[in-house]
């Protein structure tokens, strides 16, 4: 599956950004779907998952203040993120989770930057 993800750029603290990620190109059918982030010099970590039945789930960082939502119809990912603030700054990463042929396969998108300024 084809994963791409839109919807970042620069913001001042406090403010807030809507990130998208859709899903495409494949037969199966894709189960959990997340946000990571990764910013320099660190590992990329969870921010926020959420299945397909809709349970979710957050990093502790970011309660509170990120929802994650999902468009099962359209294979389509949201993160709202408020009180955004110079410590989110990083690069955002959708994966989509699928099962094929019996076997775990995960599909990244390209990234897309979140700048947050003081």
């Known amino acids: 599956v084809q994963v791409g993800e839109s919807g970042g750029g620069l913001v001042q603290a406090g403010g807030s950004l809507r990130l998208s990620c859709a899903a495409s190109?494949?037969?199966?059918?894709?189960?959990?779907m997340g946000w990571y982030r990764q910013a320099p010099g660190k590992q990329r970590d969870l921010v926020a998952s959420?299945?397909?039945?809709?349970?979710?789930n957050y990093a502790d960082s970011v309660k509170g203040r990120f929802t994650i939502s999902r468009d099962n119809a359209k294979n389509t990912v949201y993160l709202q993120m408020n009180s955004l603030k110079p410590e989110d700054t990083a690069v955002y990463y959708c994966?989509?989770?699928?099962?094929?042929?019996?076997?775990?396969?995960?599909?990244w998108g390209q990234g897309t930057q979140v700048t947050v300024s003081s």
């Open positions: 994966k989509a989770s699928q099962i094929v042929w019996g076997l775990p396969v995960d599909s």
């Open positions: 190109g494949s037969g199966f059918s894709i189960n959990d």
């Open positions: 959420i299945t397909s039945s809709g349970i979710t």
